[in-house]
Each structure stands twice: as structure tokens, then as C-alpha cells.
């Protein structure tokens, strides 16, 4: 069992930077690749990023590429999305999931999920 607690989300400029943080609990999250994903009023969830539980492997959708990097520290059992250069197309409750398969950008490969946090844009 892996509980997911989201934080680090606010309002900030176009062109800001915010960096959200998703701590777990359970002593296996080691063993989880994690992801992000976002969902925008009258939107669909979608994918925004994923890592490998060990670290090594990374992967972004393209509209976060170059801007976005995701990193975890199984120390600390703790996630991190840095999000640069930020655009008001970014506002949305950002999520991070936590998964037993690879990385993958589909949801429903996802077990545990965060309560989620608010990333507001303003242009």
C-alpha cells in the first residue's frame, strides 16, 4: 500500500517556476515508477511525466518537454516535478501516481494516487 500526499502548487506568473513535491509512505516505493499527470477544468486527466522506480528512465509529453523535469529521491521517498517556464495552458490540479508496472503515460496503470494540488498560471 502507497499513500501519496502532493504539495508545492500555487499561482505564478507566465514564465515562473514552481516545483511540486509528492511524498509516499510505505517502504516498498522504491520499487514504484512514478508519474504526473494534470487535469484542467472540463478537461481530461492527462500525462505529464514519469520516472523508473530506480531513476535512470524519464519520460514527458511533448507539451512539457524542455520545461518540465521529474526526479525522486527513494531516500526520502519523495517525487519532485520542476516546472519551468511555465504557461497559463499549465493551470490545472496536478496529480502524482504511483504505479508496480514500467513508466507509462496511461492512468489506468496507475494504483495509488495523490489528493492533488492546484498549479494556477497567470498570463
Known amino acids: 500500500q502507497v499513500q501519496l500526499v502532493e504539495s508545492g502548487g500555487g499561482l505564478v506568473q507566465a514564465g515562473g517556476s514552481l516545483r511540486l513535491s509528492c511524498a509516499a509512505s510505505g517502504r516498498t516505493f522504491s520499487t514504484y515508477a512514478m508519474g504526473w499527470f494534470r487535469q484542467a477544468p472540463g478537461k481530461e486527466r492527462e500525462f505529464v511525466a514519469a520516472i523508473s522506480w530506480s531513476g535512470g528512465s524519464t519520460y514527458y509529453a511533448d507539451s512539457v518537454k524542455g520545461r518540465f523535469t521529474i526526479s525522486r529521491d527513494n531516500a526520502k521517498i519523495t517525487v519532485y516535478l520542476q516546472m519551468n517556464s511555465l504557461k497559463p495552458e499549465d493551470t490545472a490540479v496536478y496529480y502524482c501516481?504511483?504505479?508496480?508496472?514500467?513508466?507509462?503515460?496511461?492512468?489506468?496503470?496507475?494504483?495509488?494516487w495523490g489528493q492533488g494540488t492546484q498549479v494556477t498560471v497567470s498570463s
Open positions: 501516481a504511483a504505479t508496480e508496472r514500467t513508466p507509462t503515460d496511461w492512468d489506468k496503470e496507475y494504483n495509488y
